[in-house]
């Protein structure tokens, strides 16, 4: 790994902890040339999945264009860049387990929005805006009436 500050390739690790689901490893790192510290992910490389998009073209699965999407949802909202990972883990854990390796756009659209909407309200309109490729404020407006409708109250 190398370090953000000095580029070094010599670090130690010092701390690592396994996710809820078991699917990523979160270590501590300290660059050996500059004592800097800093965390690193590590997930599991998913080969073979492939894309079904709407108008039936296949492609390879990207999680990075999955991870840029969920992010740009929540620019400058209260979600940090380990929730937006869980999330991203725990929507590819789902679909491999529903669809194998043949996964429709539609179901990664729905499974994302789905999951955003528990974190932040604002960052599933974001999403569900793209998605659904909304036309007009008032597609946006019914999505947020459509959330005071489907959110359980916590009284």
């Known amino acids: 790994m190398r370090c953000p500050k000095c580029t070094s390739i010599e670090d130690k690790?010092?701390?690592?902890?396994?996710?809820?689901?078991?699917?990523?490893i979160r270590r501590r790192r300290e660059c050996l040339e500059c004592s800097h510290r800093y965390s690193t992910t590590e997930f599991i490389v998913r080969e073979g999945i492939v894309v079904i998009k709407r108008d039936g073209r296949r492609e390879d699965f990207d999680r990075e264009k999955l991870v840029r999407s969920a992010q740009a949802a929540c620019q400058k909202r209260?979600?940090?860049a380990e929730q937006i990972s869980m999330l991203i883990e725990d929507v590819i854990d789902a679909l491999e387990a529903q669809y194998d390796t043949d996964i429709p756009s539609r179901a990664i659209g729905d499974a994302v929005m789905q999951r955003l909407r528990k974190i932040d309200e604002v960052a599933y309109v974001r999403f569900a805006s793209v998605?659904?490729?909304f036309r007009d404020?008032?597609?946006f407006m019914h999505e947020i009436n459509g959330l005071d409708k489907k959110v359980p109250s916590h009284d």
């Open 13 to 24: 690790v010092i701390d690592s902890r396994i996710s809820k689901e078991g699917s990523s």
């Open 78 to 80: 209260p979600v940090d």
């Open 131 to 133: 998605y659904k490729e």
């Open 137 to 139: 404020v008032s597609e």
